[in-house]
């Protein structure tokens, strides 16, 4: 991939649509654009193939907003956050799909997530990214974020749980699960570090 994305950068240079400098930068978004939709093009075809559309797109966009202001681990390369995402998410529609989890159970695990996951972000603070540090106040302003977003996902789930929609409650408490296991991962890769 990385051959093509340079010589598609070569033939904007020289068609004077993007100058050298910039180069770095367009092979980076490049590559992230081709990343991004090889996973969701493969999250969708899963979703054909398990004949499943609300869940997983309500989990993906829950936990990626909770990703966005936690943080939480990354993988080293591209590809390994790829193929690590997919995986995650695979899991997460087998989870909301094939297990006999009754009403009650959904509840009750959701209900125990939303409260770890408030807890985590309590105690443990929210994640830098590992390329960007942010400054105290990003941090704070950022924490501040996730738990509206924590208020918000309550609201929805105490509202489906009126509606008795326990698979969307369920969905919501596994979108939160993953995110405070990335950001728990993170934070105890973190302290590890500086112990040595």
Known sequence: MEPIISKLCDLLI??????????????YSFSVLILNSVYYLICFVLMLYYQTFLLPILFTTIFLLLRSYMGGWHANTMWGCMLLGLLLFTAAVN???????????KLVFSGFVMLLT????????????K????SSLEKIAAQKKCYKL???LSVLMIGAALLQ????????????????????LAKTKKERKDET
Do not use: K
């Open 14 to 27: 020289q068609q004077e649509v993007i100058q050298e400098v910039d180069r770095e930068v367009y092979e």
């Open 131 to 134: 390329n960007r540090p942010l």
């Open 95 to 105: 989870i909301m799909i094939y297990p006999d989890i009754t009403g009650q159970g």
């Open 165 to 184: 929609q326990f698979d969307v409650i369920f969905c919501v408490g596994l979108a939160c699960f993953a995110a405070t296991i990335l950001l728990l």
């Open 118 to 129: 408030g807890w985590s972000v309590y105690r443990f603070g929210i994640q830098d990214h």
């Open 150 to 152: 924590l208020f918000i």
